[in-house]
């Protein structure tokens, strides 16, 4: 049972990785009367930008062009700000603001007790760095299969700072069989896929449930119609490219419990680091900077 529990833990926030790189665009205006692209154009395009995705996926890049950056996250009950530091031996993380204010005397000394147990018990961050590994092979089942899961139709332009975005609009394919539980999800899903074609990258990918999707356990766990997740990426530094928005908004039920998933995620301050950095060399990092508003 435990395993069955992680499991749906885990697909109530699949949509956060269904393409580890798209996200909507603010700011951007359609063009008038743009150039369509043929069907057999569009679907080569897309093809293209969601191979370049899966290749950048496979890289691991944060291990490759490991890099620190902030994580802004805000929920109906709680907003928190941390630093994170990506390494070879996984993801650091560091609580600076709770609420968009400095931490407590005693949260503060939480934070640093939990840093020194991280740092005294490598075992903890093996597990992470486990956990990561296991998130990573599931986004990858979902990313090698994106362009048969879906139809793709050309719906025009967009601007995207001084480049211009090629957008698709995208369904589930009555064809597609989905091999497994997570790629499963796909066939309930609809939505926008916006594409850079000169990097070919996938800058924007919105989506949302247009019908109750259950994961073979009946009423024993389900999301509702009606759920969207919103990812925006970006090149960061380097022609290396991060998620830096996040908006999730999904509602289910797990094992007769209601389950609502409702957050915002920012990311910012990104800064490349040494690839040979180890989590330790990460805590230290971090046991140096002071909370801050």
């Not at 691991?60 to 890099?67: D, G």
Request: glycine share 6%; net charge neutral.
């Amino acid at each position: 049972m435990a395993g069955k529990l992680e499991l749906m833990r885990w697909l109530l926030t699949l949509l956060l990785t269904i393409c580890c790189a798209s996200g909507p665009l603010r700011g951007q205006s359609s063009q008038p009367q743009p150039q369509a692209l043929t069907p057999d154009q569009a679907q080569a395009l897309v093809q293209r930008a969601l191979a370049t995705e899966s290749r950048a996926a496979q890289d691991l890049s944060h291990v490759s062009h490991p890099m620190r950056y902030e994580l802004h996250k805000t929920s109906p009950n709680l907003t928190s700000t941390k630093e994170i530091v990506e390494t070879r031996d996984g993801d650091v993380a560091r609580l600076l603001t709770i609420n968009d204010k400095p931490l407590s005397q005693t949260d503060e000394q939480n934070e640093q007790a939990r840093l020194q147990a991280l740092m005294d018990n490598p075992s903890l961050q093996q597990h992470r760095k486990h956990s990561e590994d296991s998130d990573t092979t599931r986004a990858m089942k979902v990313l090698r299969v994106l362009p048969t899961a879906f139809l793709y139709q050309f719906a025009g332009t967009a601007k995207n700072g001084t480049a211009t975005v090629e957008k698709f609009s995208f369904k589930p394919n009555p064809q597609f069989d989905p091999p497994d539980l997570e790629t499963g999800i796909l066939t309930a899903m609809a939505g926008e896929i916006w594409i850079d074609p000169a990097a070919e990258r996938v800058v924007r990918l919105a989506g949302s449930l247009q019908q109750d999707k259950d994961f073979g356990l009946g009423i024993l766990g389900q999301l509702d119609k009606g759920g969207w997740v919103e990812i925006e990426q970006a090149d960061v530094g380097g022609n290396q490219w991060r998620i830096v928005h996040l908006k999730l908004v999904m509602n289910g039920r797990i094992l007769f419990k209601q389950k609502n998933s409702n957050s915002e995620q920012h990311y910012t301050q990104f800064a490349p680091l040494p690839t040979d950095m180890s989590y330790k060399q990460a805590i230290e990092m971090l046991r140096g900077m002071k909370s801050t508003e």
